[in-house]
């Protein structure tokens, strides 16, 4: 069974930084890509960024390239979320996925707030 648990979130001031973290079990992390969504409230679930299996290859929104950065320990089936220069706009839940068997999968999510 896919278990996937986020970390990290938290109140944060507009400019700050915040690093997400998602431990993945239930099935062969390393052969996944992975991916970052976040949903703010009253709106749609929204991709943020992705990694490839092996970490070769990444994604990001336009809305956070530059500022935000993704990663991958395989070795700790954990993929990471660097956020920098948080705007308040960016306030949401963020989730881990990844699709397994055809279907995807989620976390419950973290609470990354963005305020003064």
């Known amino acids: 069974q896919v278990l996937l648990v986020e970390s990290g979130g938290g109140l944060v001031q507009p400019g700050g930084s915040l690093t997400l973290s998602c431990a993945a079990s239930?099935?062969?992390?390393?052969?996944?890509?992975m991916s970052w969504y976040r949903q703010a409230p009253g709106k749609a679930r929204e991709l943020v960024a992705y990694?490839?299996?092996?970490?070769?290859?990444?994604n990001y929104a336009d809305s956070v390239r530059g500022r935000f950065t993704i990663s991958r320990d395989n070795a700790k089936n954990t993929v990471y979320l660097q956020m920098n220069s948080l705007k308040p706009e960016e306030t949401a839940m963020y989730y881990c996925?990844?699709?397994?068997?055809?279907?995807?999968?989620w976390g419950q999510g973290t609470q990354v707030t963005v305020s003064s």
């Open positions: 996925n990844t699709v397994w068997r055809g279907n995807n999968a």
């Open positions: 239930g099935f062969s992390f390393r052969n996944y890509d």
């Open positions: 990694i490839s299996s092996a970490g070769r290859r990444t």
